[in-house]
């Protein structure tokens, strides 16, 4: 690898880490996997504040990992799914699952 590619692979991962590197992020996506879900499901099985997860739907939403639907009701109702780039994170948890299963 020359140093060039060095350079190219570290400003990768932390670009990614810019998206991902949140405290919250892991979960709300790990809740996101198994379907779509409204801000306060999610709430309730994250476990953070409001605006916490507020925060963190919007970095998701910026970066096209998550889409945000409203629904025409009353009151309106806000439904938060994975996007297919979203969908694509999945190799990385089970990645992470597997090399947590064998190191820790």
Do not use: A
């Amino acid at each position: 690898m020359n140093p060039t590619d060095d350079t190219v692979c570290v400003d990768e991962i932390r670009y990614v880490m810019q998206i991902f590197g949140g405290k919250w992020t892991f979960l709300v996506m790990g809740e996101l996997h198994n379907g779509p879900r409204r801000f306060n499901d999610l709430n309730r099985s994250v476990g953070c504040s409001t605006k916490s997860l507020s925060d963190t739907l919007k970095i998701l939403e910026k970066h096209e990992i998550i889409t945000r639907t409203v629904f025409p009701t009353t009151p309106v109702t806000i439904e938060y799914s994975l996007t297919e780039k979203g969908k694509d994170f999945e190799k990385v948890f089970t990645e992470m699952r597997n090399w947590g299963k064998k190191w820790l």
